[in-house]
């Protein structure tokens, strides 16, 4: 069993702060590229930001200069920093990963955590 764990969603004012973060757990060798997306009711989910194993990032436009994306290979964890929260922002966020295990490479997905921003 591999699994992803989020956590450090909540409720803030516009222009505030927080930070997601989102560790794997279970039986795996290694995790390989990492991202966040997220999806508001009646929306398709998009992609927010990823990384390579090698620290390359990409973020959506709408993010862009506003969020950053990490992680720590020690810990098996990715974050999310998201700085100027909008309240077009809000959604629920997931974070996702590829990880080989001794079944195979795995596509994983994280709980869901929810953020919301108030204008």
């Known amino acids: 069993q591999v699994q992803l764990v989020e956590s450090g969603g909540g409720s803030v004012q516009a222009g505030g702060s927080l930070r997601l973060s989102c560790s794997a757990s279970g039986s795996f060798f290694r995790i390989n590229a990492m991202g966040w997306y997220r999806q508001a009711p009646g929306k398709e989910r998009e992609s927010v930001a990823d990384?390579?194993?090698?620290?390359?990032?990409n973020y959506a436009a709408s993010v862009k200069g506003r969020f950053t994306i990490s992680r720590d290979n020690a810990k098996n964890t990715v974050y999310l920093q998201m700085n100027s929260l909008k309240p077009e922002d809000t959604a629920v966020y997931y974070c996702?990963?590829?990880?080989?295990?001794?079944?195979?490479?795995?596509?994983?997905w994280g709980q869901g955590t929810l953020v919301t921003v108030s204008s």
């Open positions: 996702n990963a590829g990880a080989y295990t001794p079944v195979g490479y795995l596509e994983l």
């Open positions: 990384i390579t194993s090698g620290g390359s990032t």
